[in-house]
């Protein structure tokens, strides 16, 4: 019903910078929040932003992440800069959706997509 596409992941070198972007398609009425996860190996998954009428960011990223919003294209990114080796991770978008006036909200998640950082 509802398909989050996932893309920007990469490798790249301490102190740089990506940015995600995630879309959303399918039967949308309205778009609650909109954010991104990551999962690292052994870890569990953590919320690193999300974005709804104010935005939310782990204390890890403070400062170095933003998170945004096209309304208008169901779509959410994340700038990520002066990257760690310790964000290493698979960063998952997530977007709780309604698809009808009168349905209930429901969690969407994408595929996920490798972000690694290098020392």
């Known amino acids: 019903q509802v398909q989050l596409v996932e893309s920007g992941g990469g490798l790249v070198q301490a102190g740089g910078s990506l940015r995600l972007s995630c879309a959303a398609s399918?039967?949308?009425?309205?778009?609650?929040?909109m954010g991104w996860y990551r999962q690292a190996p052994g870890k569990q998954r953590e919320l690193v932003a999300s974005?709804?009428?104010?935005?939310n960011y782990a204390d890890s990223v403070k400062g170095r992440f933003a998170i945004s919003r096209d309304n208008a294209k169901n779509t959410v990114y994340l700038q990520m800069n002066s990257l760690k080796p310790e964000d290493t991770a698979v960063y998952y978008c997530n977007a709780v959706v309604k698809t009808a006036y009168f349905s209930a909200l429901r969690t969407y998640w994408g595929q996920g997509t490798q972000v690694t950082v290098s020392s």
């Open positions: 399918g039967s949308i009425f309205s778009i609650n929040v």
């Open positions: 974005i709804s009428g104010s935005t």
